[in-house]
Each structure stands twice: as structure tokens, then as C-alpha cells.
């Protein structure tokens, strides 16, 4: 049987090898001196030498069928993006291997997945299975790559004097471009005031920007529609060219994309911050801050894969800056929950204080630092948004719809 390698690396230093047999099965194996660095680079937060059982996770090779292991099946899109790039490559939507063989020099974060040449592959790697042969990668070369997770239709841009350009093969894109949907309206400015609007009751985001389409070179061939607009976000895990790793917390729980909105709940992401983050209490009182902005502005969507960890000293975690905030409800109709339980409820319109005091507990963190957080988000959303919302660019009637959602809201909550 064929078998293709990918050598993983982190920050110049070699993480381990990918191995995909011809069959659809893909075995991935730590290095010796990953394992052993105990100041190694943070791959996963479930790889970092303070994580639980980490020496027995790292210690087996990570085995999968089809998918790859969630740590690396997380790295890809899904959605629109996946079946533009596998219908250009001519590969099965669901060949995650070859995706991350064709994709793994601009990834989401820092990892680097490249293809070896079958006779540097070290004989352990394919020891165990017997008669099997080491080949090249056979690459298709298309213009244009890029891997961003999500759903989403969305590139990996650079800017130069206010026009964007699809990062070529050699340069690493600073800025997430999200095109407008031929499926729901004015998607952009939801987003872009969405994120002003969390902005200003304290919730610490990228630089955000509309684009005018017209601005945007070299896309692919994609269906748009007749909206003149993008959204632009700066990328945080892109610093002056220098890959920032991070990770989504489908990562950080081993989930796959598909289970972001029924395998966890916010009790478990909250735990896991202020126990693992390099400022526990400064980034919880982030997270809950987060969690009622949501609320209020009618997100039903901030599932696992829109939290991030983000790793600017290559190891220890922090809470990442905010991401895919926008009003969902104006497209979904009848909505009423948001994406995962908090305090053993979704359900927008019953939610209260009393819940997040039933997650500060559950979640370990005391009450105390949380209450003034939430109160000053409501002190500036009821004080700011009304007002801000004249100026900021969402579609008249979506912002009708969020000010009846901010009626039906608890009281605690009322805007
Ligand atoms: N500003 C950013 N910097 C770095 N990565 C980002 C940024 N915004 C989003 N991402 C990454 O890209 C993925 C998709 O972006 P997102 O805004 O969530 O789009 P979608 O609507 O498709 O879910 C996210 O899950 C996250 O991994
Ligand atoms: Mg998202």
C-alpha cells in the first residue's frame, strides 16, 4: 500500500509526521524531541506538559479513518470554501488528508503540515505496517491557496493602499475577507456593527473594517450578490508576517466541526480559561462579558468554534479576541436560543443574572468578580447602543428586529 507523509512543525520545530495510507486511514506520531522539550511550543492546549495525562496522549500514535484527529480536521473549512477548493483540486469533499497536504502552508495559527520526500521519512514512522510504500505528494498546483475554518465564504487577504489581493503562495495574508451571501441579506454591515456594538460595552476585538467589493483582487470565480460590501477583519493569529498559533475550542475539547453545538456547554469553556489562561480572572470576566453580549444581540451562533485560545509566547493560552459576532436572528426565523447551555439554559428570553451566577458556580469562579462586569455591560448597552445604532450601517429593518428582541429580553437584560 502507498502511503504520503506530512512533517508537522510549530514555530521551526518539528512536532511529528502524518502518515496517509492509501485507504482513507491517517496515523499521526509525535517526535521524540517534541515530546521530550518540556518548554516545546503549544501544539494543543491538551499537549501543554501542565495538561492533564498529556505524557500518555502524546505517548500513542493518534489514529483515524477518513477525518483527520480533531486537533488538525479543525484546521480545515467546512461549508461553501471546502467544496470550492476540493471541486479545484478534484478531490472528495471529504479526503481531509490530501485538504491538509494541499493546504498546510497557510493555515489557521501556527502549524505548518508539509509534504516529505518518501526517503526522509524515518523507517519508524511506517515500521508497524509492514509492506507499505513512501511516495511523494502528488501536488496540484492552483493559484491562490488559503485554508480558513468556518463556514462561511471568506479569503486570507493583504492590503496595500486600500485594495486587498488573495495572498499569493509565498506571502501570508493579514486580513479575513467575509464576501457578501447569496443566501441572506446585508450580512456584512450585520457583522461589522455587531462588533461595534460589542466593542463598545468592552468586548476587545480586532481591527474591523467594510470593504467595497470593487476593492478586491484576484478572487476566485464565486456567486455574489448584487451588495456592494465585505467585511474585513485583521488577523490575529498574523503578526507583521510572523505566524501567532491559537486554537478553537473544538480543538481544545476534541470535538469535531459538526459537534460545535451539542458536545459542550459554557460551564466547561469558562472552567478550562480560568484555570488554564496566563490571566485566569481577566479573561473570564471577558468570556461572561462575551456571553451576555450575545444575549443581547440576538448571536445564536457562538459555538465552540467561534472561541478561540490564542498562544503570542508560543506557549501559554489566552483568551483570543473576538470573532463572528452578528445578529443571527434576523435570518433564522423563529430563533430563540443561543448556541450552547448556560446555567442549564439557552433559551433567550428566560435567561437572567440568576443563570450566570449558577455558571459562575458551576465553572468554579467566584461571583463576586463577575457580577460588576455584567452590570457595566448593561450600563453602557443601554446608555450607547441606542444612539450608536443610528450611526452604525446594519440593514434598517435588522435593526428593527434586534430592538424588538431587546423587548422580550428578562428584565436583568431589557435594553
Ligand atoms: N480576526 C481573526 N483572526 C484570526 N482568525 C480568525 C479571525 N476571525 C476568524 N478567524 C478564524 O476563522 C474561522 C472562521 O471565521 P468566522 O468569522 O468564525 O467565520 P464563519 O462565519 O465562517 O464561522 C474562525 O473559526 C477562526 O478560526
Ligand atoms: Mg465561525
Do not use: C
Not at 495525562?53 to 500514535?61: D, I, Q, R, S
Not at 444581540?297 to 467561534?306: F, V, W, Y
Not at 430563540?336 to 435567561?351: E, H, I, P, R
Amino acid at each position: 500500500m502507498k502511503v504520503t507523509v506530512l512533517k508537522l512543525s510549530l514555530h521551526g520545530q518539528l512536532v511529528g509526521y502524518l502518515a496517509g495510507f492509501q485507504n482513507g486511514k491517517n496515523v499521526f506520531s509525535f517526535s521524540e524531541e517534541f515530546k521530550e522539550n518540556l518548554s516545546r511550543p503549544t501544539l494543543s492546549l491538551i499537549t501543554h506538559p501542565a495538561f492533564p495525562y498529556v505524557e500518555k496522549l502524546l505517548a500513542e500514535p493518534w489514529v483515524r479513518k477518513q477525518r483527520l484527529y480533531p486537533t488538525l480536521s479543525n484546521l480545515l473549512p467546512e461549508g461553501a470554501l471546502r467544496e470550492l477548493i476540493t471541486q479545484r483540486l478534484k478531490v472528495h469533499i471529504d479526503n481531509e488528508f490530501h485538504l491538509l497536504s494541499y493546504l498546510g502552508n497557510d493555515l489557521p495559527g501556527a502549524l505548518i503540515a508539509e509534504p516529505m520526500e518518501p526517503e526522509l521519512v524515518p523507517d519508524y514512522i511506517l515500521a508497524p505496517y509492514g509492506k507499505v510504500k513512501a511516495v511523494l505528494f502528488d501536488k496540484v498546483q492552483l493559484n491562490n491557496k488559503f485554508s480558513l475554518a468556518g463556514v462561511q465564504m471568506k479569503f486570507s487577504m493583504t492590503e496595500k493602499d486600500g485594495r486587498y489581493n488573495l495572498s499569493d503562495n509565498n506571502i501570508l495574508g493579514d486580513w479575513i475577507i467575509k464576501t457578501p451571501s447569496t443566501k441572506h441579506r446585508d450580512v456584512p454591515v450585520n457583522e461589522y456593527t455587531a462588533m461595534r456594538l460589542a466593542q463598545l460595552v468592552g468586548v476587545n476585538i480586532p481591527e474591523v473594517k467594510l470593504v467595497q467589493l470593487s476593492k478586491l483582487d484576484n478572487l476566485p470565480p464565486i456567486n455574489l450578490p448584487d451588495e456592494e460590501l465585505a467585511f474585513a477583519i485583521k488577523r490575529f493569529d498574523r503578526d507583521d508576517g510572523r505566524r501567532v498559533h491559537m486554537e478553537d475550542f473544538a480543538q481544545v475539547l476534541v470535538k469535531y466541526p459538526h459537534e460545535k453545538y451539542n458536545s459542550a456547554n459554557y460551564e466547561q469553556i469558562g472552567r478550562i480559561i480560568y484555570r488554564f489562561s496566563g490571566n485566569g480572572l481577566v479573561d473570564i470576566q471577558q468570556f461572561s462579558k462575551r456571553l451576555l453580549v450575545n444575549i443581547l444581540l440576538a448571536n445564536g451562533d457562538a459555538h465552540l468554534k467561534n472561541w478561540s485560545l490564542i498562544y503570542a509566547d508560543k506557549i501559554t493560552p489566552r483568551l483570543s479576541p473576538a470573532y463572528d459576532i452578528l445578529t443571527t436572528s434576523v435570518y433564522i426565523e423563529e430563533e430563540k436560543q443561543f448556541a450552547l447551555n448556560l446555567g442549564k439554559t439557552k433559551d433567550w428570553y428566560s435567561v437572567s443574572l440568576a443563570h450566570f451566577q449558577s455558571w459562575a458556580k458551576s465553572a468554579g469562579i467566584p461571583w463576586r468578580t463577575i457580577q460588576s462586569h455584567l452590570d457595566d455591560v448593561m450600563d453602557k448597552a443601554r446608555s450607547l447602543w441606542p444612539n450608536a445604532m443610528k450611526e452604525l450601517p446594519m440593514n434598517e429593518a435588522h435593526k428593527l428586529q434586534l430592538k424588538e428582541h431587546w423587548k422580550l429580553l428578562h428584565k436583568d437584560f431589557r435594553i
